[in-house]
């Protein structure tokens, strides 16, 4: 939902993600996400890219270090350093910021806060937006792994499209297994039939399940219940903690 307001509203600012680990920041502008970053260069990018293997070793040390200091991503630094190309850069920074902005949809428990402030873009006038935020949020959990381990669907629930659900499911780009699968929500195929329709083993139904329930395109509910439940957000249905914008 903070990534729905940024890009309903158009807000321009930070949104700060706390958690057991450095703090995850998302720069946006006019509704559009900028960046995703954090202090600590290990957490963004553990491993050296092959990309970066012609560059000076002091470098790219000098940038993570300014990372550590500032948030800003090690690989617009080098850009800037003109260490490489500035489409490079913004495609990493692209590719290892939404594999790091993954990790907040697994973690067990996340505190969020959005500070409204055009200042925090001063040092990134230079970056393009992602205007599309509904299809960046889903890129980042089409990379969340061991989703058994954080969301339990029994395989006898029911998904069914929320109210506002198949409106939001039109405008995304599907693979072609998304667009299946989001096709046997009638709000009486449960889980286990979706899968056994689609000849899935049920670990990737609940991979894919849980994407749309994320969205909340989707609300799953038990098979005996015969009134639809209350509404919840993702951050109550995986019992986390959410601060909204005050």
């Known amino acids: 939902r903070a990534l729905q307001a940024i890009s309903k509203e158009k807000l321009t600012g930070l949104l700060r993600s706390f958690w057991e680990q450095e703090p995850i920041d998302l720069l946006a502008r006019d509704g559009e996400i900028i960046f995703v970053s954090t202090r600590d260069p290990e ?3 553990p491993e050296t890219p092959a990309s970066l293997a012609e560059i ?9 270090d300014q990372q550590r200091e500032t948030g800003t ?3 617009l630094t080098l850009a800037r350093e003109e260490g490489m190309t500035r489409e490079a850069a913004v495609e990493h920074m692209q590719q290892y910021g939404q594999k790091l902005f993954s990790q907040l949809w697994a973690a067990p428990r996340v505190w969020i806060m959005f500070e409204k402030n055009a200042d925090l873009l001063t040092n990134a006038a ?5 205007p599309n935020v509904r299809d960046w949020a889903l890129e980042t959990l089409r990379l969340v792994e061991n989703v058994d381990e954080i969301a339990h669907f029994e395989p006898a629930s029911i998904p ?4 506002d659900g198949f409106e939001r499911v039109q405008k995304l780009k599907l693979t ?18 979706i899968a056994k329709n689609l000849r899935l083993d049920l670990k990737s139904a609940r991979q894919m399940l849980f994407r749309f329930v994320a969205l909340e395109i989707v609300e799953c509910w038990p098979a005996s219940t015969a009134a639809k439940p209350e509404q919840k957000s993702i951050f109550q249905r995986f019992g986390r903690m959410a601060r909204p914008d005050r």
């Open 43 to 45: 957490l963004y990018c």
């Open 56 to 64: 000076d070793v002091v470098s790219v040390a000098r940038a993570r």
């Open 73 to 75: 991503p090690f690989f």
């Open 126 to 130: 230079d970056v393009p937006g992602e």
């Open 160 to 163: 069914a499209y929320t109210k």
């Open 176 to 193: 072609p297994d998304e667009a299946q699968f989001a096709s046997q929500f009638n709000g009486t195929r449960s889980v286990q039939q």
